[in-house]
C-alpha cells in the first residue's frame, strides 16, 4: 500500500523528496505504542470520510458518529470534538484533527488532519476541468439536489444522536433552547460559544 502510495503521489507531481518525507512520517507516526487507536487507522478512516463528504461541514457530524460505534470515541467526546472544530480558526473540518488527538493524541491529530484534507486536494486537481464543463448540466444538477437532501439527512441524524446523548436534564435543555433562540435573533456564533462555555463552567462549579 505504501508502494502504491508513493506511485500515485509521485504521479500527481510531489517531488521526490516530499514523497519519501510523507509516506515515512505516516507510518512512524503509525508505530507510536501504547495508543488505543492506531492512527493510521484513523488516516484511512478520514481519508474515506474525506472522499466522500459533500456540503457543509457538519455533514461531517453524521459520518463521525462511526468512530463512536467502533469505541474510539464516546458520544461526549465527539461533541467535545464538534465544539473544538466551532472555536478555531478555520473550516470546521478541524474537528477531525480535535477528534483524531482525543483518539490517540498528536499522532492521531496529525494524520486526522491529512486524511480529511488530503482528498479536496487531489480530487480539485483531478476534476476541475470536468466539474466546468458539467455546470448547467440537468443530470449533474438533479444528482447535486439529491446529495444536497442526503447531507441534510445526515445533519438531521447526527444533531438526534448527540442531542440524545446530551441533554438529560433541564439545565442541557435551557442552555440549548437559549442558544437557539439567541441564534434566530442573529447572535454572533463566536461570542456566543465563548459566553456559554464560560456559563457551562460556572454551572458545573456552582453544582458541586
Known sequence: MLALAGLALAALGLVEWGVVLLLGLIWMLSRVPALSVEPIGLFWFFLLEGSTLFGSGYVLMGLMQDMVTRGWLTSSELLNALALG???????????????YLAAGIPGALLSTLGIFLPSFVFTFLVAGILQRLQ???LAEAFLTGASGA?????????????????????????????????????????????????????????G
Open 86 to 100: 466551532q472555536i478555531t480558526p478555520g473550516p470546521l473540518l478541524t474537528t477531525a484533527t480535535a477528534a483524531g
Open 136 to 138: 448547467g448540466h440537468p
Open 151 to 207: 447531507a441534510l439527512g445526515l445533519i438531521g441524524w447526527a444533531l438526534w444522536l448527540l442531542g440524545h446523548e446530551t441533554l438529560v436534564g433541564w439545565a442541557e435543555w435551557l442552555f440549548t433552547l437559549l442558544a437557539l433562540g439567541l441564534l434566530l435573533r442573529k447572535f454572533p456564533p463566536l461570542p456566543l460559544l465563548g459566553l456559554f462555555g464560560l456559563g457551562g463552567a460556572l454551572w458545573r462549579i456552582w453544582m
